[in-house]
């Protein structure tokens, strides 16, 4: 599916839901489980990987990931990629179409510090530059995880510029369902939700005006917890 089919997706009736996969095979599960697209969880590829979340693992490293499971499934992928690992906008475009994915997933904030808002618009403008039409861009804002005064305000703020800066979606990652449907009503367009095994739910985050829901490392979390739980009753 190309990026243009896969940007559709974010404007149908019925949100988008994806639920993110951190390998070849929990990609396909994905896939099998009728879910139109994949979206990765830097933070669960990372830890699968060796590594941790916070851009620590090598660039090389996650797009060889990324490519993996595109080439494990037959539905678009878009890729979590962190902050870009510092490379330059065209760089980073270009290497993460090389992998074969269709859309990307940036965050403004680097260090567990919010980037300077004018510099991540001019970053999410480069790579639409570079990429054209070929990325879905999803632009998470960070204000509900970092401190800031007033996040709903600031959350506005960087959505509205991010808008203008070309992105296909904006993401307020864990803004709670009351201040997340503010979001959606100042930016407009789509609003990627954040959804839990635990909840929010996908109809809990589409009532507060989401219209693509995903579940960042929540799931590979849950998987871990049932791994963690299982192993002590393999030597009984």
């Known amino acids: 599916m190309t990026a243009e ?29 009728g879910f139109s697209a994949v979206a990765t969880s830097s933070g669960a590829v990372a830890r699968v990987l060796g590594y941790d979340d916070g851009q620590l693992t090598p660039p090389e490293t996650m797009f060889a990931a990324v490519a993996r499971i595109v080439r494990a499934v037959d539905v678009p992928v878009t890729a979590d990629v962190e902050a870009g690992y510092g490379l330059p906008p065209k760089e980073f475009a270009e290497r993460l ?29 480069e790579v639409r530059a570079a990429a054209g039409a070929e990325l879905v861009i999803n632009a998470r804002v960070d204000t509900f995880i970092r401190p800031v005064d007033d996040p709903v305000d600031e ?15 904006v993401y307020p990652i864990l803004a709670p369902l009351d201040q997340l449907a503010q979001v959606a009503e100042a930016v407009g367009g789509p609003i990627n939700g954040h959804a839990k095994t635990g909840g929010p739910t996908p109809a809990e985050l589409a009532a507060a005006g989401a219209t693509r829901i995903s579940y960042g490392t929540s799931v590979h979390e849950y998987v871990m917890a049932q791994l963690r739980e299982l192993l002590p009753t393999l030597t009984t």
């Open 5 to 33: 089919l896969f940007r559709a997706l974010h404007h149908g009736g019925t949100p988008l839901v994806l639920p993110n996969a951190w390998d070849p095979v929990s990609a396909r599960l994905v896939a099998e489980a």
């Open 97 to 125: 179409l090389e992998t074969g994915a269709v859309g990307c997933n940036l965050e403004d904030s680097v260090g567990g510090a919010l980037v300077d808002i004018a510099q991540q618009a001019d970053y999410l403008t």
């Open 155 to 169: 959350a506005v703020r960087r959505g509205r510029a991010y808008r203008r800066a070309g992105v296909d979606c």
